[in-house]
């Protein structure tokens, strides 16, 4: 008779007790999970949003250029030091920026934005804007086409309308707020893409020409085809002004920096600002994005520059962000810290009942000749078996939930994306796949039981077996 | 031979209010076979007795040796082995593990003392036959009758093959039918295994069997006779 | 009789019990001051963006808000303003002239709003006028022969007007506020420096001190450190009423700081005569004027009625102007509501489970209970009642906890500093006070008594099913 199979039969002795108390377990772990795996995926998501719209996992700056974001604090393009860098095992692309703040008009409408010199073929290691380009737009010339369309059911007619002057980067977000479901999908979308799609053009090194945010062209009430004006201060407070045709829109998953950005060629740019063949960075496209294969690679590229630059990675610059997640980051853990404490004392209240119930049992068990220490081993045995078995249920349930949430992120739309928007996030909820904190739950529910049995136990090695016995 | 002397035993609970001297310079020994029987009314004194010898409780004043080996010179730990090895209980309410079956509450202690299997096995069909359960091997207690259960915690009593079985009101919860069943099995034991029983009963249906009578009231010794 | 037997039976396993009602109160206790200092942070940050940035209505052009054209300013501004200011209701209201523009400093450049107003009216409707930071000036108090800019804290850092130097009268007022000289030994380094940034400062400092300096001192040593030039100098470049390049050097008047770093760094204030001088718009013509009310209930009621006599015009309250903050406000009470009922649920299963417990303990006298003529409903009531009383008392006391915690933090705050960059990026103060309304604790306390209803129903069905014979019988 094994210890293992007397707490297993003992289990199932109160089995309504046993269930609720697993089930307390199962609750707690299964939301626990659900919402690490939603927060860690917000985070990540938003995280390699900023990355690959923005800064990108490491650049090599001038030293002063990130304190002090001005044309002057550049750096000469340095051929051999690409070269250095690119043979770096992590470096897979270097990717040259000229970044620097002008005024932009469009007649009476002005706005400070962000000028953003881009080599574009270059930047598909990163920042892949193409795949950011605005492909469709219910521009009001859209709706009409849509609402005139006898094939079109009315209640996508309705919800384009709702939709006006939506831009989108890709035909699911457009299924999504037209609401059409998948099963409609191939009968409806060809027709829909057809009249709400947008033509972009693309720039190049060499021919004068701007891609803008599609909250930018909203703002200033630009099309494809209009003229952008760019004022600003050049190298050695130069002034510094252009007009540019706008070839394309971009819609960034950082409202932030969607409604200032506006990207122009690199050359373009550097004869903007008359910085000839500056850059103010080079970021670096890597190929292993983990935490500690950064670190390393900043370790190793930090010899190879100059004593003028310096190397920053993303953290580093987007530190308003980190700080924003980790702020929510310790709130969700509070939540979740007084979730666990509730369940910690139902498990408690169970273990009081389970000893004071078999206060008698324990007597004739050790007055048979079972040692204390064999009583309490059976007994967390036993504590920690309700709770595997709710863990590994809620494990289970989670995971069935997170992986089909992986597959399919939540996405928010209407007001509700507005939220989102204010807070300079993507409307948009992603799950963090199955990983190490999975293992912190079973840690964390382990020890609420231990907790839990603690006292208990003690009860055990102080028992008076003839007490026990009387009972 | 002796297998249990008790020595000037007192016991005295100081509750709260009253003061009881429940077991009142108790002197008694006891030889190997006996089948002895400790009559007395309730209150008298004779569960405080009973866990006293059996080392479950600690005498106020006094000695009790089992087996020349004195009881209060053990400490918890070494007491409960020595209990296991040396001394078989019986209690009033069968106490029974539940979740385990006859078979498994029998082999039990054999398997706290880590036997194989092969002996565990025919041990406890061996004992089980003896109190005449080889059919009910492997029933769980709920299944079984009251006279059924403290067969079968007479079996388990002896699993370990102790110097002395303790028996506490051992048929105060049996109809007569059981309690006859329960004490010829246990007579025949005695006899032909030679097991000793000591048992505490207000029965007298039971005191009759008994080959040596001790009656107590209030915490003494008031008779101690053998019959032959 | 069955109220008493049941708040009765409560005290029967007394230990069993607090430990039921002691995770019931620590449920509840959490759950409450967790939501007491959320809502705190969402009522300062409604609070402030209606007291500092936005009042209660906006009245301009319809047209205005799609780009803020110069061209389009309000019609009869005079008669407009005098007749909303007799408004029932309205308790003050100010014209403020809307560009878009850009402020330089000789190193950098940002993107603004440059908001032309009159100190007397903006004063009477935004507090925007009482942040001013000490030492940096006044909301347009003291005269001056200088054109005048009135700009955000964050504003002022990232165009190098606040700098951090470090230098010896610096560390001779650090060593007066007591900080001790070994830390001041590792500032000795940087004597006579001047840091290109708040950033650079910080991470400078950070490098020489150790976790716990930085902790002690950090905040003395950033106090003093923190240098500022009365009247430093910006240009402020814009468009003019005919579209063309204007621009002249303003002077700081003062430096506001409203913990929300995005209006700070791109709300510039200037006298409205300085900036009609520069755009050639008539010194009283205004693209917007801003109402203050004399309560904020009554926000729609005076804002429907502004609608209805101004035509031509737009009127919005804040709940159009910002409709996130009111959606938001909306929101975050859902997720209090599914917060609490989460961790009500999870004490729930503990409930359930002491119950369920009462029942097979208490067999026996049920059955007598049944056997002397108390019938079904009764005995379902008693074990309802006595799951009900349990919750309540936990309930209770840990509303009673969380109040005395919410009053005892409502005065100095709760201080999340080490997250005040985050905080503030959102436009939420890191220095919370937890405040909650009366009614939450009310809805809290009817969805414990919910639980502890929800949760005896099932023991007490159980209780139903035990048959009075059999249960007499049981050991
Ligand atoms: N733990 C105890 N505390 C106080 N008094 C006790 C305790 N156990 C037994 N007694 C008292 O000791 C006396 C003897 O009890 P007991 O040995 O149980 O008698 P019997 O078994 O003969 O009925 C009784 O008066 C009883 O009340
Ligand atoms: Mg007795």
Known sequence: MNNLKLAWRNLWRNRRRTLITSASIFFAVFFALVMRSLQLGSYDHMYKNAIESYTGYIQVQHKDFWDEKIVDNTFAYNQQLEQQLLADKNVEACIPRFESFALASNGPQTKGVLVMG????????????????????????????????????????????????????????LQLDLGIDDKKASELMPAIEGHAAFKNGFIHLGEPGVWVGEKLSQYLQLGIGDTIVLISQGYHATTAAGKYEIKGIVKLPLPDIDNKIVYLPLDICQDLFNAEKNLTSLALAVDDNQDKAIAQTVQRISGLVSKDQKVMEWREMNEVMVSQMDADDKGGQIMLGILYLVIAFGVFGTVLMLTAERKREFGVLVAIGMQKKKLASIMTMEMLLIGLIGILAGALVASIVILYGVEHPLIFKGETAKIFEEYGMEPKMAFWNIDTYYIWQMVIVAFMVLLAIAYPLRKIFGMKVVNALRA | MKILEIKNVHKIYNSSEVKVHAVNDISLDFEKGEFAAIVGPSGSGKTTLLNMIGGLDTPTEGEIMVDHTNLAGLKSSALIDFRMRNIGFVFQSYNLIPVLTAKENVEFIMSLQKWNKKEKDERTYELLKAVGLEDRINSRP??????????????????????????????????????????????????????TFIFSTHDARVVKKARRVITVEDGKVISDERKK | MIWKTAWKNVWRNKVRSLVVIISITIGIFGGVFAIAVMNGAIEQKVDATLNDEIAHIHINDPAFRDNYDIQLSVDQPEQTIAMVRNMPGVEAVAPRTVITGM?????????????????????????????????????????????????????????????????????????????????????????????????????????????????????????????????????????????????????????????????????????????????????????????????????????????????????????????????????????????????????????????????????????????????????????????????????????????????????????????????????????????????????????????????????????????????????
């Not at chain 3, 804040?318 to 609490?340: G, R």
């Not at chain 3, 099932?458 to 019988?473: G, H, I, Q, T, V």
């Open chain 3, 103 to 475: 402020a330089n400093t000789a190193t950098k450049s940002a993107g603004v709003q440059i908001l032309g107003i009159n100190p007397e009216s903006e004063r009477e409707v935004l507090q925007l006028c009482q942040t001013t930071i000490p030492g940096t000036g006044d909301f347009f108090d003291a005269e001056s022969r200088y054109q005048l800019a009135y700009i955000g804290e964050a504003l002022a850092k990232e165009l190098n007007i606040i700098r951090y130097r470090i230098d010896e009268s610096m560390l001779d007022s650090l060593a007066k506020r007591e900080v001790p000289a070994e830390v001041l030994e590792k500032l000795v380094p940087f004597s006579g420096h001047r840091f290109k940034s708040e950033k650079s400062f910080k991470k400078e400092v950070k490098g020489v001190l150790s976790m716990k300096e930085q902790h002690e001192y950090g905040a003395v040593i950033k106090e003093e450190a923190w240098s500022f030039r009365a009247r430093s100098k910006m240009t402020l470049t814009f468009l003019d009423k005919d579209q063309m390049q204007t621009g002249a050097v303003f002077r700081i008047a003062g430096i506001y700081d409203i913990k929300n770093s995005m209006y700070e760094m791109s709300q510039v204030l200037v006298q409205n005569e300085d900036l009609a001088a520069l755009t050639g718009m008539a010194s009283n013509e205004y693209h917007q004027l801003i109402i203050r009310l004399d309560d904020l209930e009554s926000t729609k009621v005076v804002s429907e009625s502004l609608k209805g006599k101004l035509d031509g015009l737009e009127v919005m309250n804040w709940k159009e102007i910002q409709p996130e903050l009111a959606m938001m406000t909306d929101m975050v009470s859902k997720f209090y509501a599914i917060f609490m009922v989460i961790i009500l649920a999870a004490l729930a299963f503990g409930i359930v489970n002491k119950m369920l417990m009462v029942v097979l303990e208490r067999t026996k006298e049920l059955g007598m209970l049944t056997a002397i003529g108390m019938n079904k409903k009764r005995v379902f009531s008693m074990i309802m009642l006595e799951s009900v009383f349990l919750s309540l008392v936990g309930g209770v006391t840990g509303i009673i906890i969380s109040k005395a915690l919410i009053s005892a933090t409502a005065r100095k705050g709760i201080n999340f500093a080490s997250y005040a960059e985050g905080f503030e990026a959102m436009g939420y103060p890191a220095h919370i006070y937890p405040v909650i309304s009366t009614s939450f604790f009310i809805t809290v306390t009817v969805l414990i008594i919910i639980t502890g209803i929800l949760s005896s129903i099932y023991p007490a069905l159980k209780a139903l099913k035990l048959d009075p014979a059999e249960a007499l019988r049981t050991e």
């Open chain 1, 118 to 173: 881009v080599d574009p073929d270059k930047e598909i290691h990163l920042s892949n804007v193409k795949d950011k380009m605005v492909k469709y737009r219910l521009s009001p010339e859209a709706i009409e086409k849509i609402r005139q369309d006898p094939n079109l059911p009315e209640k996508v007619k309705e919800l384009a309308i709702l939709f006006e002057n939506s831009a989108y980067t890709n035909n699911s977000r």
């Open chain 2, 142 to 195: 709920s299944k079984l009758s009251g006279g059924q259960q403290q067969r079968v915690a007479v079996a388990r009593a002896l699993a370990s093959k102790p110097k002395f079985v303790l028996a506490d009101e051992p048929t105060a919860n049996l109809d007569s039918k059981s309690t006859e069943t329960l004490l010829d099995i246990m007579e025949e034991l005695n006899k032909e295994e030679g097991i």
